[in-house]
T-cell receptor, first 112, second 114 residues
Framework: TQLLEQSPQFLSIQEGENLTVYCNSS?????LQWYRQEPGEGPVLLVT?????EVKKLKRLTFQFGDARKDSSLHITAAQPGDTGLYLCAGRLGNAGNMLTFGGGTRLMVKP | DAGVIQSPRHEVTEMGQEVTLRCKPISGHNSLFWYRQTMMRGLELLIYFNNNVPIDDSGMPEDRFSAKMPNASFSTLKIQPSEPRDSAVYFC????????????FGPGTRLTVL
């Protein structure tokens, strides 16, 4: 069992649809990040959230940190084929220095 | 500014051979991380260094794996002897202690052990 559980693991949708990806834990994180990884490349940071209840928007992507800082969600509006990739959440525990704990990832495919 | 550089990008070797993966972190970063990624297990942290000192190596699978960071601009991950189950993509990432803990990943080394 991973410390950060992501759901769903796989998601295949049509262009234009909306979707939400979840990242859940029983542990409290001092901050949480979302990364996107495209085939053949390393993960790239999308956003960092640090305050319980915080909401950040990045164009069509909306990120929320849970009030208790144990969970997070990523919502994509009107998905496009360019959104295809592996989405990873990563949390920093309070006593973990600058080490991050990664979730298992959500593999998203957006079909034209 | 150059990102994290890893070499080689692809490595195919036979079981029992020694494999050395190399990483050059972003200049000025003082933390370096080695990860392994597979479909089954996802992204796993193997070891990380702060200021060239290994801090946590609890993710290193077994004694066949070793990592070094002789200076701030270079690190190696060695597997000796390699086994087919070591086949994976190995990523190096670097970050700046005290920042937002953003990790900057290299492009990875795809290792295939036959």
């Amino acid at each position: 069992t991973q410390l950060l559980e992501q759901s769903p693991q796989f998601l295949s949708i049509q262009e234009g649809e909306n979707l939400t990806v979840y990242c859940n834990s029983s542990s409290v994180f001092s901050s949480l990040q979302w990364y996107r990884q495209e085939p053949g490349e390393g993960p790239v940071l999308l956003v960092t959230v640090v305050t319980g209840g915080e909401v950040k928007k990045l164009k069509r992507l909306t990120f929320q940190f849970g009030d208790a800082r144990k969970d997070s969600s990523l919502h994509i509006t009107a998905a496009q084929p360019g959104d295809t990739g592996l989405y990873l959440c990563a949390g920093r525990l309070g006593n973990a220095g600058n080490m991050l704990t990664f979730g298992g990832g959500t593999r998203l495919m957006v079909k034209p | 500014d150059a990102g994290v550089i890893q070499s080689p990008r692809h490595e195919v070797t036979e079981m029992g051979q020694e494999v050395t993966l190399r990483c050059k972190p972003i200049s000025g970063h003082n933390s370096l991380f080695w990860y392994r990624q597979t479909m089954m297990r996802g992204l796993e942290l193997l070891i990380y260094f702060n200021n060239n000192v290994p801090i946590d190596d609890s993710g290193m699978p077994e004694d066949r794996f070793s990592a070094k960071m002789p200076n701030a601009s270079f690190s190696t991950l060695k597997i000796q002897p390699s086994e087919p189950r070591d086949s994976a993509v190995y990523f190096c990432a670097s970050s700046l202690v005290g920042g937002r803990n953003t990790q900057y990943f290299g492009p990875g080394t795809r290792l295939t052990v036959l």
